[in-house]
């Protein structure tokens, strides 16, 4: 290593405060103090807001916002370009001043210095300091997030194995390529167990292989209890891990809910059935609205749960159900709708 280099590193290594817009787990700021959470933070949701608002000068980014996400869920926020997911995921860091409405974290008031030990968070633009390599860039937030120094390595090795690092542990981060550093962001958000992880568009720069693995990431959070709060316009990514997606336009919510209450509603049902037909018709009707295409019959609006009682009827009136398709509205389709509405 050149003298520069050590100088550089020792520079960087001392100076939690030169870390700026980095990939931080939140916790620079809150000091060596350790805590755990109250038992009623514990119980209350993860995040809760109410009429949430920020203004920049004349552009409205976040427009009297309400949600609630509960422990444990991976929510997921969905919106267009601009919509203000990344200004919404700032407010509730603590990182910009609302200027209207109020949130609370895990509990606790925005910007709580001890609650951000307790949130992982992997910004959506970030810049790794280049001459370190990813252990010591994953220890160095150890250190910033006040873990004990006895922790730091398997923390860090831990980090670099869960995002498939652990090969390029003593690269720096400089030779990374901007997936691989997105996969240390990440890292460096898991770091500390914590209790609320905020995703940023944690799979911008990933191939097929890095988004499955991210996913699988979510996955394990949700099982070790963690909330995941999911910034993305990825459709197919809220369709495959969360639990609940806000769909947000123009800084505000336009529909909240489980995948299936967002699209459920609209699902569809494909039949293929033979046998004596006249008396079938009363009966679909009753179901939803019907209409054939092709060898199909397409029932429209019925909900899931009706579908084996349809089924069960149709039977009973001597059909041969040979084919049953239930099809949703796809999350892109819906997500349109809900946009042109607007
Ligand atoms: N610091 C700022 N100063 C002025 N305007 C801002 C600032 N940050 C965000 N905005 C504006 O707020 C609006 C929401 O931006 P934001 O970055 O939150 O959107 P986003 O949903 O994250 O978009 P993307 O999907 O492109 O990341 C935009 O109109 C943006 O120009
Ligand atoms: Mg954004």
Not at 94 to 114: C, F, I, K, M, Y
Not at 116 to 121: L, P, T, V
Not at 324 to 329: A, L, R
């Amino acid at each position: 290593m050149s003298r520069t280099n050590s100088a550089e590193r020792a520079a960087l290594d001392g100076a939690a405060a030169s870390v700026g817009d980095t990939a931080v787990s939140l916790s620079e700021a809150a000091g060596s103090s350790s805590g755990s959470r109250s038992p009623q933070a514990t119980a209350s949701p993860a995040i809760h807001a109410a009429d949430l608002s920020k203004r920049f000068g004349g552009t409205i980014a976040v427009n009297s916002l309400s949600m609630t996400v509960q422990r444990g869920e991976v929510f997921g926020f969905l919106g267009p370009n601009g919509a203000g997911k990344t200004t919404v995921v700032k407010l509730l860091l603590g990182l910009a001043r609302p200027t209207g409405g109020e949130a609370l974290v895990l509990g606790a008031p925005l910007g709580d210095r001890e609650t951000r030990r307790h949130i992982g968070y992997l910004p959506e633009l970030f810049r790794f300091q280049a001459l370190l390599t990813a252990k010591e860039v994953l220890r160095l937030h150890c250190r910033l997030l006040a873990l004990p120094k006895a922790a730091w390595e398997e923390e860090a090795r831990s980090a670099l194995e869960t995002v498939g690092l652990l090969e390029r542990a003593n690269d720096r981060v400089g030779t990374f390529s901007k997936g691989m550093q997105q996969r240390l962001g990440l890292g460096v958000a898991l770091l500390g167990d914590p209790a609320l992880v905020m995703l940023d568009e944690p799979t911008s720069a990933l191939d097929p292989v890095g988004r499955h693995d991210v996913r699988e990431i979510i996955r394990a959070l949700r099982d070790r209890g963690s909330t995941v709060f999911l910034n993305t316009h990825l459709l197919e990514e809220a369709e495959h891990v969360c639990d609940r997606v806000a769909v947000i336009d123009k800084g505000t919510a336009i529909a909240t809910g489980s995948l299936d209450e967002l699209l459920g509603r609209h699902s569809r049902v494909r039949l293929k059935v033979a046998g004596p037909g006249a008396s079938w018709w009363s009966s679909l009707s009753r179901f939803g609205r019907w209409h054939r295409q092709d060898e199909w019959i397409v029932v429209d609006g019925i909900d899931p749960p009706r579908i084996a009682d349809l089924i069960d009827e149709l039977v009973a009136l001597g059909a041969r159900v040979e084919a049953v398709i239930p099809e949703h509205q796809s999350l892109e389709a819906r997500f349109l709708e809900l946009l042109s509405k607007r």
